[in-house]
């Protein structure tokens, strides 16, 4: 239960934090700096010694995408890459729908999973507060705030701030993935109508065919592409 000074505390806190993100959050595109700003600012507010942002990567794996450091003595983890066998990622599946926070006060003490050991001292880590990033089950990434010289007992305070920047940070990632996919509709529908009036302007059949192949691979940044033209018994003539 958090007490009266303690409430007042996180929330000056998370009003400094807004204030820091907010110019940043009004571009859902630049989500690489709206992020980098949120680990520095919530790093800076907690004082800890490392704050990161650790998200999926495309071997099933995790890594460390953005980073805030309080000492420059600190072995740099941004673009550490955490393997898929350190993560038992069927343990993490089943933990996400009621996922919330997982903190470690002092991991040379503490009665925590071996991979959790190992990954804690991979980054080189002594007390943990982790909070995740999830949207519809799906682990999105996860924000880690970090003591590396010596044990610390996480408060309701940082842990409250912790659980808010999280929420803060997925409605962040939901809202550019949105827009990201709408971009894509819009690009597809505009090289749709460019095709369609091209095809309209154009007597000669090779012709139109490689327009729609050259758009086609410029739109979906593939390699190869061809268009396949099926005779009077079905058979396909490329």
């Known amino acids: 239960v958090l007490f009266r000074s303690n409430l007042i505390e996180m929330y000056e806190a998370r ?5 820091r993100i907010n110019p940043d959050a009004t571009s859902v595109v630049d989500i690489d700096k709206f992020l980098q700003t949120a680990v520095t600012e919530m790093g800076r507010q907690l004082g800890v010694d490392r704050c990161n942002i650790i998200t999926p990567s495309l071997d099933g794996g995790f890594r460390v995408s953005h980073e805030y450091l309080a000492d420059e003595s600190l072995t740099p983890g941004l673009g550490l890459n955490i ?17 919330r926070h997982y903190m470690v006060n002092d991991s040379k003490s503490a009665e925590i999973p071996i991979w959790v050991r190992t990954t804690l001292q991979l980054i080189g880590t002594r007390a943990v507060l982790v909070a995740p990033f999830v949207l519809n089950n799906r682990l999105l990434g996860v924000m880690g705030l970090h003591y590396c010289h010596s044990s610390h007992n ?58 729609v192949i050259d758009r086609a691979l410029e739109l979906l940044k593939a390699d190869y592409g061809c268009i396949a033209i099926l005779d009077q018994i079905g058979r396909a003539h490329v």
């Open 15 to 19: 009003e400094e934090i807004l204030r």
């Open 83 to 99: 393997p898929s066998k350190l993560v038992p990622l069927d343990t993490i599946q089943k933990y996400l729908p009621r996922a």
């Open 154 to 211: 996480w408060t309701e305070t940082e842990i409250g701030l912790a659980e808010w920047l999280a929420g803060q940070v997925s409605i962040a990632l939901q809202f550019t993935q949105l827009y990201q996919e709408k971009e894509k509709e819009i690009e597809i529908a505009r090289l749709m109508l460019e095709i369609s009036n091209d095809i309209s302007a154009r007597t000669d059949f090779s012709e139109v065919t490689d327009f």
